[in-house]
């Protein structure tokens, strides 16, 4: 049986929100779209005056519950979409997207728990759907979520998964900082290793589902770390982006 093409939409930009000086959260309403599953993405194009076209693919960041979808969007040097998405572009805005795209790297309630996430950097982003599904869900399914960034100005959502956990419903958050940390951080400082996986994350004998999502390097590198751990590969799930483009 022949498939329909998933048709690209027009989608209006109703909010802009900072994250961090080089992270912005752009939040748009789609006439027609359909329900994503937490960890899913969206393929961005952009049309120049020339009929020049540029497209990527941008993890969502919203639940299902919520309506519309919000993007997460890191500014790169030499990145065309998102240089523009997090410099030009402005709330009234329309842009095309197409999707929800990708049913490997997913995770709902239903799937249940514990669930371990690790992330680097705006890899974050669909572990963020993730994590706000679980709470809008009212889940107390066991979730840890580790983090590595370079300072503690580029942490990304950091006061919400600071209420989140605030809640004592199961979900732990642990930030690591590559780059030197503030005075008080107590988190801590150094990238991730074998012995931050296993004093941060469940272990083995509990079965965790694994979600791991950043830079190839760090993913290829805590995936192996947990297999050496005792994890079983086939609860391990990655998702992995270049330095320009790709899902982030």
Same mark, same amino acid.
């Given at each position: 049986?022949?498939?329909?093409?998933?048709?690209?939409?027009?989608?209006?930009?109703?909010?802009?929100?900072?994250?961090?000086?080089?992270?912005?959260?752009?939040?748009?309403?789609?006439?027609?779209?359909?329900?994503?599953?937490?960890?899913?993405? &969206?393929?961005?194009?952009?049309?120049?005056?020339?009929?020049?076209?540029?497209?990527?693919?941008?993890?969502?960041?919203?639940?299902?519950?919520?309506?519309?979808?919000?993007?997460?969007?890191?500014?790169?040097?030499?990145?065309?979409?998102?240089?523009?998405?997090?410099?030009?572009?402005?709330?009234?805005?329309?842009?095309?997207?197409?999707?929800?795209?990708?049913?490997?790297?997913?995770?709902?309630?239903?799937?249940?728990?514990?669930?371990?996430?690790?992330?680097?950097?705006?890899?974050?982003?669909?572990?963020?759907?993730?994590?706000?599904?679980?709470?809008?869900?009212?889940?107390?399914?066991?979730?840890?979520?580790?983090?590595?960034?370079?300072?503690?100005?580029?942490?990304?959502?950091?006061?919400?998964?600071?209420?989140?956990?605030?809640?004592?419903?199961?979900?732990?958050?642990?930030?690591?900082?590559?780059?030197?940390?503030?005075?008080?951080?107590?988190?801590?400082?150094?990238?991730?290793?074998?012995?931050?996986?296993?004093? &941060?994350?469940?272990?083995?004998?509990?079965?965790?589902?694994?979600?791991?999502?950043?830079?190839?390097?760090?993913?290829?590198?805590?995936?192996?770390?947990?297999?050496?751990?005792?994890?079983?590969?086939?609860?391990?799930?990655?998702?992995?982006?270049?330095?320009?483009?790709?899902?982030?």
């Amino acid at each position: 049986m022949r498939t329909s093409p998933i048709r690209w939409l027009s989608a209006e930009v109703t909010e802009i929100v900072a994250e961090t000086p080089r992270v912005k959260t752009i939040r748009l309403a789609i006439p027609g779209w359909r329900r994503q599953l937490p960890g899913q993405h &969206v393929d961005v194009r952009l049309t120049a005056e020339d009929g020049y076209q540029a497209q990527r693919s941008y993890s969502i960041a919203s639940p299902p519950e919520e309506d519309g979808v919000a993007l997460t969007v890191e500014r790169l040097e030499d990145g065309e979409v998102s240089t523009f998405l997090t410099g030009e572009l402005r709330v009234g805005d329309q842009i095309e997207l197409r999707g929800p795209l990708g049913g490997y790297f997913t995770w709902t309630v239903e799937q249940g728990g514990p669930v371990a996430l690790v992330g680097g950097g705006s890899g974050i982003v669909p572990l963020m759907a993730m994590v706000r599904h679980r709470a809008a869900q009212a889940s107390r399914v066991p979730m840890h979520l580790l983090c590595s960034w370079r300072t503690a100005d580029d942490v990304i959502y950091r006061d919400e998964l600071a209420r989140l956990a605030a809640r004592g419903d199961g979900l732990v958050v642990t930030h690591t900082l590559t780059r030197g940390a503030p005075g008080g951080w107590r988190g801590p400082t150094r990238r991730i290793d074998r012995e931050m996986l296993r004093e &941060v994350l469940p272990g083995p004998g509990a079965r965790p589902s694994a979600y791991i999502c950043g830079p190839t390097p760090l993913v290829e590198s805590a995936a192996t770390l947990l297999v050496s751990l005792g994890h079983a590969p086939e609860r391990i799930w990655t998702e992995r982006f270049g330095p320009t483009g790709g899902v982030s």
